[in-house]
């Protein structure tokens, strides 16, 4: 059974939007910090942005800072990845990933091996 499973993505234009969500299950998922990572053909995998345990701090890499919005609904077990504004840069393949969320409420990882459960990701492509 997945515990992250990713939707939403798909083929947009330069400059479109996307809503990308994760829905999470099997376990108390507001106490774990999110995060969205992307990986483009033939490149690492990088941060995207995260968010903390109640949704009060998130965190954005500069590539997507101004374009990209991370939120939570812990009621629903979902994460949303709002990305507007795309550029063929954006193009990859998105997945979201939980990390515990230890003593600091702000903690928001950045590194994927701070990361335990990843869902399978979606592939967003970004045309021009």
């Known amino acids: 059974q997945e515990l992250l499973a990713e939707s939403g993505g798909g083929l947009v234009q330069t400059g479109g939007s996307l809503r990308l969500s994760c829905a999470a299950s099997g376990r108390t998922w507001s106490n774990y910090a999110m995060g969205w990572f992307r990986q483009a053909p033939g490149k690492e995998r990088e941060f995207v942005g995260g968010?903390?345990?109640?949704?009060?701090?998130?965190f954005y890499a500069d590539p997507v800072k101004g374009r990209f919005t991370i939120s939570r609904d812990n009621a629903k077990n979902l994460v949303y990845l709002q990305m507007d504004n795309l550029k063929s840069e954006d193009t990859g393949l998105y997945s979201c990933?939980?990390?515990?969320?230890?003593?600091?409420?702000?903690?928001?990882?950045?590194?994927?091996?701070?990361?335990?459960?990843w869902g399978k990701g979606t592939q967003v492509t970004v045309s021009s």
């Open positions: 968010i903390n345990w109640n949704g009060a701090k998130t």
């Open positions: 990933a939980a990390a515990r969320q230890y003593g600091n409420p702000d903690y928001i990882p950045i590194n994927s091996y701070d990361y335990i459960y």
